[in-house]
């Protein structure tokens, strides 16, 4: 069973950058595609990005496009967030996120078994 733990997260002005990391412990790293999703207050947690597990396949929400960037490093076990242009909007907890490694995108929250404790990122106006 892989642990997570996220960091990087803090408080940033708009239009300022943060960039996020997630370390992965207990499990065969590339065994997982990972993903990133976060939670404002309200009960949905919201996709953000994934990345499979030879990176070959990247995807986005289309509220971070353009301005996030998802990358991974296997021989460190370690999934990034860079995180540019951010806005008010993009203020929530963050989490990163495994699943058994296939052939297909997935964005579902509940398609992802494990899961980090989050980290905090404030954008100020």
């Known amino acids: 069973q892989v642990q997570l733990v996220e960091s990087g997260g803090g408080l940033v002005q708009a239009g300022g950058s943060l960039r996020l990391s997630c370390v992965a412990s207990?499990?065969?790293?590339?065994?997982?595609?990972m993903g990133w999703f976060r939670q404002a207050p309200g009960p949905e947690r919201e996709f953000v990005a994934t990345?499979?597990?030879?990176?070959?396949?990247?995807y986005y929400a289309d509220s971070v496009k353009g301005r996030f960037t998802i990358s991974r490093d296997n021989a460190k076990n370690t999934v990034y967030l860079q995180m540019n242009s951010l806005k008010p909007e993009d203020t929530a907890v963050y989490y990163c996120?495994?699943?058994?490694?296939?052939?297909?995108?997935?964005?579902?929250?509940?398609?992802?078994?494990?899961w980090g404790q989050g980290t905090q990122v404030t954008v100020s106006s």
């Open positions: 996120a495994a699943r058994e490694r296939s052939s297909v995108v997935v964005t579902a929250h509940r398609q992802y078994a494990y």
């Open positions: 207990g499990g065969t790293f590339s065994s997982y595609d």
């Open positions: 990345i499979t597990w030879t990176s070959r396949i990247t």
